[in-house]
């Protein structure tokens, strides 16, 4: 089992990560945390307008509660994590404001600190979107580990922010001090991007922090050419939707059927639901869903389930999402109903789907992917 105990200079913490998991071996803290955290110990610290970006578990606000910060991230999963390592410190829940990365602090924070994301685009969206709430007075701090930070960060923070200042690497991890410079122009806003899906007249909305940004992946694009025809008023989840486009090919495949879109994305779960309504059959029903894969949904309620599954959360690389994903989906579904999974070879998703299906075959693959099609 990891450590749980989170030491440092604003008191001690019983932390986890989220979702919870038996035999959890990676911590809900970096050494960028508590890297931050001694640096502003040693600080005259204040009561001052803190924003925390990117706290993966809660631990940075955690630490920080009795300061009444906000956070500020696009993962649901992260604000249930810091919800409920409040309440297992007897925290007051209600001492941290979470904002969605789908909405803008309302008000100019005093002291930013900023965990960096594992996508950069997110990370160059944030910029634009935190530098009009900045005053003289604002501080800005970001932290990373070293191998999370390419040349790009320090480049985005003086193109976006102002002048940069690094300290030395302690534990693999460094912080980034950034000045306010109004004079630098603030760049255009690239996100959402919006391209056309090949082989159709469907332009697709993408925010910044949903996968395959600019075109299409080739896994999906393996799964697209492949996708299994439904008839009448079906159940169809598209679980992990990003930007929604399996459910949405499902729905114009299959105009009775009813669609479910399913992430813990925020930015996927807006990005979805703009590419159904500006897409999708007009009196075609469709749910959009925010939180941790299937645990809200009942038995046996999905007839299919699309899922082009991630391997990683936030910087740590794993199965664990899919694995979670998977199982559930075998609880999800009907008698007969059926998990149409698309990934790389490597990851051999056909071995681990038979823990929860009987029945696994391969529907389709080419060099680097296969298509998995698993039967309730």
């Given at each position: 089992?990891?450590?749980?105990?989170?030491?440092?200079?604003?008191?001690?913490?019983?932390?986890?990560?989220?979702?919870?998991?038996?035999?959890?071996?990676?911590?809900?803290?970096?050494?960028?945390?508590?890297?931050?955290?001694?640096?502003?110990?040693?600080?005259q610290f204040?009561?001052q307008?803190?924003?925390?970006?990117?706290?993966?578990?809660?631990?940075?606000?955690?630490?920080?509660?009795?300061?009444?910060?906000?956070?500020?991230?696009?993962?649901?999963?992260?604000?249930?994590?810091?919800?409920?390592?409040l309440?297992?410190?007897d925290?007051?829940?209600?001492?941290?404001?979470?904002?969605?990365?789908?909405?803008?602090?309302?008000?100019?924070?005093?002291?930013?600190?900023?965990?960096?994301?594992?996508?950069?685009?997110?990370?160059?969206?944030?910029?634009?979107?935190?530098k009009?709430?900045?005053?003289?007075?604002?501080?800005?701090?970001?932290?990373g580990?070293?191998?999370?930070?390419?040349?790009?960060?320090?480049?985005?923070?003086?193109?976006?922010?102002?002048?940069?200042?690094?300290?030395?690497?302690?534990?693999?991890a460094?912080?980034?001090?950034?000045?306010?410079?109004?004079?630098?122009?603030?760049?255009?806003?690239?996100?959402?991007?919006?391209?056309?899906?090949?082989?159709?007249?469907?332009?697709?909305?993408?925010?910044?922090?949903?996968?395959s940004?600019?075109?299409?992946?080739?896994?999906?694009?393996?799964?697209?050419?492949?996708?299994?025809?439904?008839?009448?008023?079906?159940?169809?989840?598209?679980?992990?939707?990003?930007?929604?486009?399996?459910?949405?090919?499902?729905?114009?495949?299959?105009?009775?059927?009813?669609?479910?879109?399913?992430?813990?994305?925020?930015?996927?779960?807006r990005?979805?639901?703009?590419?159904?309504?500006?897409?999708?059959?007009a009196?075609?029903?469709?749910?959009?869903?925010?939180?941790?894969?299937?645990?809200?949904?009942?038995?046996?309620?999905?007839?299919?389930?699309?899922?082009?599954?991630?391997?990683?959360?936030?910087?740590?690389?794993?199965?664990?999402?899919?694995?979670?994903?998977?199982?559930?989906?075998?609880?999800?579904?009907?008698?007969g109903?059926?998990?149409?999974?698309?990934?790389?070879?490597?990851?051999?998703?056909?071995?681990?789907?038979?823990?929860?299906?009987?029945?696994?075959?391969?529907?389709?693959?080419?060099?680097?992917?296969?298509?998995?099609?698993?039967?309730?």
């Amino acid at each position: 089992m990891s450590d749980t105990r989170f030491v440092s200079p604003f008191g001690e913490f019983d932390l986890y990560r989220f979702p919870l998991r038996k035999r959890e071996l990676l911590r809900a803290w970096d050494a960028a945390d508590e890297y931050l955290l001694q640096t502003l110990g040693e600080q005259q610290f204040e009561q001052q307008k803190l924003l925390i970006i990117n706290d993966s578990f809660g631990a940075l606000a955690v630490a920080l509660h009795r300061y009444l910060p906000a956070s500020w991230s696009d993962s649901w999963l992260a604000h249930q994590a810091l919800q409920e390592n409040l309440l297992r410190n007897d925290c007051d829940k209600h001492a941290v404001k979470p904002i969605p990365s789908t909405d803008i602090p309302n008000q100019a924070p005093d002291l930013v600190l900023m965990k960096l994301p594992k996508s950069l685009a997110l990370f160059e969206h944030q910029l634009i979107q935190l530098k009009p709430l900045l005053t003289e007075k604002s501080r800005i701090v970001v932290a990373g580990m070293v191998k999370t930070m390419p040349a790009t960060v320090w480049n985005l923070l003086e193109k976006t922010i102002g002048p940069t200042d690094t300290s030395r690497a302690k534990k693999k991890a460094r912080l980034i001090e950034v000045s306010l410079d109004q004079k630098t122009p603030l760049p255009d806003n690239p996100f959402p991007k919006r391209w056309c899906l090949e082989g159709t007249s469907i332009e697709i909305i993408n925010d910044a922090n949903v996968f395959s940004r600019e075109r299409l992946d080739l896994g999906t694009r393996l799964l697209l050419q492949h996708l299994p025809p439904t008839k009448g008023p079906v159940e169809v989840i598209d679980l992990g939707c990003g930007n929604g486009i399996l459910g949405l090919m499902a729905a114009r495949q299959n105009p009775e059927a009813r669609l479910t879109f399913i992430d813990e994305s925020y930015m996927a779960i807006r990005s979805a639901s703009a590419n159904f309504l500006h897409c999708g059959t007009a009196t075609q029903l469709a749910g959009f869903h925010l939180g941790d894969g299937l645990i809200d949904f009942d038995s046996s309620a999905a007839d299919l389930i699309l899922c082009n599954p991630p391997f990683h959360q936030s910087h740590a690389i794993g199965d664990s999402v899919a694995m979670s994903m998977f199982k559930e989906s075998a609880r999800v579904l009907r008698d007969g109903g059926e998990l149409w999974v698309v990934g790389n070879r490597h990851l051999n998703y056909h071995c681990k789907l038979k823990r929860w299906f009987s029945c696994v075959n391969i529907a389709a693959s080419n060099k680097k992917f296969v298509i998995l099609k698993a039967t309730a």
